[in-house]
């Protein structure tokens, strides 16, 4: 009996797929003696079956124009199940119009396993205690135990389980019988939908993170303040400075906690007692964290409001039209952040070749890389890279990066070359810009964060232009002016959808992501507060700056090591943008709703 395969992923060699064309799907694959294939229609082009009374799975059309990862996405809910699917497939080629591709139960979405178990097996009943399955029989060829253990469970082994709960004297139980799945042992998409769990252990284990905590405010002789209690295993530095001050390099996180820790008379900060009240200067304080109608709060909520109102219109399911520019943070000269013998320019360089391979090979977008290392996008099979430093941003001519103030703004004015060129064409938004980094925080900081230009902080007149940029076409057919005020608001409110779609594919991918506002409009450092200029001047409507992981901390730096990571970010990454230019229905954004709840 086989076993469900669990769906294979970020396989770089093994990701040039071969799909079998399954066109004798309709037609009745097996003439052996097993059981005749039953099928129940779930919706237009997707059927569920359950191929020779034995194998379920889902039976999909392509939609028009959709590629094999938005396939993938469409029925598991992840571009990782593409090679699965293709290897449940077969064969050759690119997914065709017209054809009914198979995929596993096992690789299914939640809710469509759900859909596919209700369809097939109308007469079953759900009960707080488990699913009870009534047995069926399919021309004399009856159920097996292990097929239902299968099924339900995820795994044939659990039969002796079944059998025991069922006290059948029998292996095999006779056709018409009812069969109790307990709770315990059914997959937790099936659980999922039992009337009630019957005890709280079996409850599906997906809490929903809690509520920013309260704050209370006050003043004192050194003016106004917030307070928070610490919790039992909360440390100064992460539950109070980053979190509520959004501090995350360094040196700015360690001198504002010894601060707060005066202001609040804490003499030992590695011993601070559960419920000690910490005061934070109201002037640290992020504003959606201020009380209620504080004036820099309500300006913050405006400008949230003001930007959630554009939201992007495209759609385009395999990107097809969609330029792609693909920004490898620093190079050259510029190496960009270095810890431990971890170059920023190489790795997220690397990242970048994935994600131009990744869309290239499975979506139709146009991919624009901003830099290349030598002579041609060469993408090395290894964990830890060899050290390079030649980088050119891709402007004509091509710069060799020297200079890194140069090497940023060449990036920008190239991104608005693509972008004029897009919107000439009638697309104006059918580019997006992701511009990779990885940066050097406070050590206790894991994970993804994204950076977006705040509408205020953004647009303005760009640096004074010298020698370096004057002979670039890219500078010399630069039109004066910026972007307008409503431009900048929309691109805002664009670029935070962008983020909040890629952030989603990180968590979807089990990627970390920063625990305390992962999307940030500016950057925070040193008590000053600016738009890296590579979104500041950008003209891209939708354009993120993403920093993959935190090359301080010992764990991210070893993961951005790996191959294996770095393709899953690459993955994670297209995954998001798939979804940006996906289909409708889209979720409000996390920093609006954040906003809204924490009133
Ligand atoms: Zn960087």
């Not at 992923?9 to 294939?37: D, K």
């Not at 097939?120 to 009960?127: G, Q, S």
Request: net charge positive; hydrophobic share 45%.
């Amino acid at each position: 009996m086989p076993e469900p395969r669990a769906p294979h992923r970020r396989s770089p060699q093994r990701l040039v797929f071969r799909l079998l064309l399954v066109a004798a799907l309709g037609g009745g694959l097996a003439a052996g003696a097993s059981a005749p294939t039953a099928r129940a229609p779930l919706e237009a082009g997707v059927v569920a079956a359950l191929v020779d009374g034995r194998q379920l799975m889902v039976e999909a059309e392509p939609r028009p124009g959709e590629g094999l990862l938005a396939f993938a996405r469409r029925l598991c809910g992840d571009v990782g199940a593409a090679e699965a699917i293709t290897q449940a497939n077969g064969g050759s080629g690119r997914l065709r119009e017209g054809l009914r591709y198979r995929v596993p139960f096992a690789l299914l979405a939640p809710e469509l396993q759900l859909r596919v178990a209700r369809a097939l097996f109308a007469a079953d009943r759900l009960t707080p205690e488990g699913w009870v399955h009534r047995v069926g029989a399919r021309d004399g060829a009856g159920e097996s135990l292990w097929q239902i253990s299968e099924w339900f469970t995820g795994r044939g082994e659990n039969f002796p389980a079944l059998r025991e709960r069922n006290a059948l004297a029998e292996t095999d139980p006779r056709p018409g019988a009812e069969l109790l799945v307990p709770a315990a042992l059914l997959r937790p998409s099936l659980r999922a939908a039992l009337p009630s769990p019957p005890s709280a252990a079996m409850a599906v284990a997906d809490v929903p993170a809690p509520a920013a905590p309260p704050l209370e405010y006050g003043r004192d002789e050194q003016g106004e303040y917030a307070v928070y209690r610490l919790r039992r295993g909360e440390a100064l530095y992460s539950a109070v400075v980053v979190r509520f001050a959004g501090l995350v390099f360094a040196d700015d996180v360690n001198a504002q906690a010894a601060e707060i820790a005066k202001r609040s008379s804490i003499a030992d900060v590695t011993d601070i007692p559960v419920g000690y009240p910490v005061k934070v200067p109201l002037e640290l304080v992020l504003p959606e964290f201020l009380p209620v109608g504080h004036p820099r709060r309500l300006e913050y909520e405006a400008a949230l409001s003001a930007s959630a109102r554009f939201r992007n219109q495209v759609t385009a399911v395999d990107l097809a039209g969609i330029s792609v520019i693909l920004d490898a943070g620093h190079g050259g000269r510029d190496v960009g952040a270095s810890m431990g013998g971890v170059w920023e320019s190489l790795y997220v360089y690397d990242i970048m070749l994935r994600v131009k391979r990744l869309l290239e090979s499975y979506t139709a977008a146009r991919v624009v890389p901003t830099t290349r290392d030598g002579g041609e996008f060469r993408l090395e099979e290894r964990d830890v890279l060899a050290f390079s430093r030649g980088h050119a941003v891709l402007t004509t001519p091509p710069y060799l990066i020297q200079d890194s103030s140069v090497g940023v703004n060449l990036r920008w004015y190239l991104a608005n070359t693509v972008h004029r060129r897009s919107a000439s064409q009638g697309g104006p938004e059918k580019v997006v810009f992701v511009s990779i980094h990885a940066d050097s925080l406070h050590p206790s900081l894991r994970g993804a964060m994204v950076y977006i230009p705040e509408a205020g902080r953004s647009g303005g007149t760009p640096p004074r232009r010298g020698a370096d940029y004057g002979g670039r076409r890219e500078v010399r057919e630069h039109p004066q002016g910026g972007l307008s005020r409503r431009e900048l608001v929309r691109s805002e409110g664009l670029s935070r959808e962008l983020a909040d779609r890629v952030l989603a594919a990180f968590r979807a991918e089990g990627l970390a992501v920063h625990p305390f506002k992962p999307v940030r409009e500016t950057v925070i450092r040193n008590r000053r507060k600016w738009v890296p200029a590579v979104l500041r001047y950008n003209h891209v409507p939708a354009k993120i700056l993403l920093e993959v992981c935190n090359l301080a901390n010992a764990e991210d730096r070893a993961l951005i090591q790996t191959r294996a990571f770095r393709e899953k970010v690459a993955l994670a990454l297209v995954e998001g943008i798939l979804g940006y230019y996906g289909a409708a229905g889209r979720p409000p954004s996390q920093a609006v709703a954040a906003a809204a709840g924490s009133r």
